[in-house]
């Protein structure tokens, strides 16, 4: 348990993965946000170092967990030229746990080679709570003697872990997961936000669903809040119309039409749309329920 493990990017998943690698004995040496802030909390919390370039971060470091939020970040921060993660990279590891665009994954990880470093894709299909207990369903992609490598860390962040192939892979089994539960969100707001509109009780439905084929992981994660309006983001609508974006390029590229997708993607653009996107992706169901869309004006 020697390695010296950086954290780019601690919003509250990377900062809840720090949390947890520090209980477990892993030593946290170095801390990287755009919001200087927060870095210096948490390396107070933690008894850490927050720098503010992240070349210092990749050389007080042997394995660099990033976890950023978007295609343009995940370039940012493993850039060829500047300041970057890539800067004095030779022998590193970088764990890159975000959802972006698989080719983007793929285009660091090669970037990341010509630098004599090694990458792995680590995808995470769970939320927060998970994240500090060390609970994360993990999907691991790229290189595979780079996971070996590190597998007891990864052990240590999560209640399993799948390696799932080369470059790339992980990052498109973790758009098809948001993709699906993306759709089934929506799906659940339609039946709950129907069921509301004809007068049924909503604690009811949601028990009799749970009994038969409309049960879902996501109507024990989302539908009470459905019910009760209480949208805390774990995952964001505007997380979720960013993710159900990177499936519909992906079925794009294959010249694949996903209508189901398409709709789904449809609505938490209208979240967004509407100011709304920084609610949880329960949150789609302020645009089923009846009772809860604007009053209409008169012609």
């Keep these: 348990m020697n390695k010296r493990i ?3 990017g601690i919003g509250r998943m990377g900062a809840n993965i720090a949390r947890r690698l520090r ?15 927060r870095v210096a909390e948490l390396a107070g919390e933690l008894g850490s170092k927050g720098y503010s370039k992240l070349a210092d971060v990749t050389a007080n470091s ?25 800067s004095g990279a030779r022998g590193k590891i970088f764990v890159n746990c975000a959802t972006v665009t698989p080719a983007v994954h793929v285009e660091v990880a090669e970037r990341a080679a010509a630098a004599g470093a090694r ?28 996971f070996d ?8 962040m999560s209640v399993s872990l799948k390696f799932v192939g080369g470059p790339g892979k992980a990052a498109q089994v973790k758009a098809l997961i948001n993709m699906l539960m993306n759709i089934n ?12 509109a004809l007068g049924l009780d909503l604690t009811t439905l949601r028990e009799v669903f749970s009994q038969t084929g409309a049960n879902s992981r996501v109507l024990e994660t989302d539908g009470e809040d459905m ?22 390029q992906l079925a794009n590229d294959e010249g694949l ?23 949880d992706k329960s949150g789609i169901s302020e645009l089923t329920f009846k009772s809860r869309q604007p009053a209409r004006q008169p012609a």
């Design 6 to 8: 950086g954290v780019v």
């Design 185 to 196: 969100t929506a799906g659940l707001a339609e039946a709950l936000g129907l069921g509301d």
């Design 149 to 156: 490598e590190i597998k007891p860390i990864l052990e240590k």
């Design 62 to 86: 042997d394995v660099i967990i990033t976890v950023v939020t978007d295609d343009s970040a995940m370039r940012t921060i493993f850039a060829t030229g500047g300041d970057s993660l890539l």
């Design 119 to 146: 990458t792995v894709e680590t995808l995470m299909a769970s939320s927060i709570p998970q994240a500090r207990d060390g609970k994360l369903y993990l999907i691991c992609g790229n290189d595979r003697s780079a």
């Design 227 to 248: 019910q009760k309006r209480d949208h805390e983001a774990y995952f964001s609508a505007e997380h979720a119309a960013k993710d159900s974006g990177i499936a519909l």
């Design 23 to 37: 209980d477990v004995g892993y030593e946290v040496t170095a801390l990287y946000d755009v919001a200087a802030d």
């Design 257 to 279: 039409d996903l209508p189901l997708a398409a709709a789904t993607k449809a609505q938490y653009d209208e979240l967004v749309k509407r100011g709304l996107g920084q609610l």
